[in-house]
């Protein structure tokens, strides 16, 4: 099976920390995802990467940054903590590209709390 | 801008019914998931869909997919307590290129059946 590993369960952090979160997935896979889960707002995507050192934005980049150094880990970086900030963070990781590209496979969740 | 909405958001629903959860979505595309979450876990996919007309089951679930009318649905039949979760779709909009974009996700059903 495919696994995708986040590195924390549950976190809490100061405002104006440097957060990082890490994933990784032990299958080879090409595509990896950081979403952001909020209630009543769904899964929102914030960044992903397609190749090793490659990034692209998701929909709300704002406030993120990546790092993908090594094909199986994709860490998320928060520069300076912050309140709003604080949701379940979500890794996922696919393999494929185009038509051929389905199937992905979430992480556990990181849950963060921003005080 | 894709745009993946999902009605109805709650439902409370007695054992042994039958129901549909609707999936609408705004752009072309031929890959539609379905993924369970229950309370403080992750993300455990259902179904695939890739292609127009793509019908699957899994038990009490069945989901299709019709990409002319840009629409899936997840049906419920004859419902008991242990499918009482949240339910997301999400799309995989595809991009001319190849690539992965990442999955565009509705805010999730919260489906309660109670005993």
């Known amino acids: 099976d495919v696994k995708v590993t986040q590195s924390s369960r549950y976190l809490v952090k100061r405002t104006g920390e440097k957060v990082f979160l890490e994933c990784v997935q032990d299958m080879d896979h090409e595509n990896m995802f950081w979403y952001r889960q909020d209630p009543g707002l769904g899964l929102r995507l914030i960044y992903f990467s397609y190749d090793v050192k490659m990034k692209e934005k998701g929909d709300i980049p704002e406030g993120y940054s990546v790092s993908r150094e090594k094909k199986e880990r994709f860490s998320l970086i928060l520069e300076s903590a912050s309140t709003n900030q604080t949701s379940m963070y979500l890794c996922a990781s696919s393999t494929g590209t185009g038509t051929t590209n389905y199937g992905y496979t979430f992480g556990s969740g990181t849950r963060l709390t921003v005080v | 801008e894709l745009k993946v909405e999902q009605n109805p958001l709650f439902l409370s629903m007695q054992e042994g019914k039958n129901y549909t959860i609707y999936c609408n979505y705004s752009?072309?595309?031929?890959?539609l998931y379905w993924y369970r979450q229950d309370p403080g876990k992750s993300l455990e996919s259902l179904f695939v869909?890739?292609?127009?007309?793509a019908v699957k089951q899994e038990g009490r679930l069945m989901a299709s997919l019709d990409t002319k009318a840009r629409l899936s649905t997840l049906h419920i039949t004859a419902a008991v307590h242990d499918l009482s979760a949240t339910y997301f779709c999400a799309v995989d909009p595809f991009r001319s290129g190849g690539g992965a974009d990442g999955l565009t996700f509705g805010k999730g059903t919260h489906l309660i059946i109670q005993p």
């Open positions: 752009t072309t595309s031929d890959r």
């Open positions: 869909l890739l292609s127009n007309g």
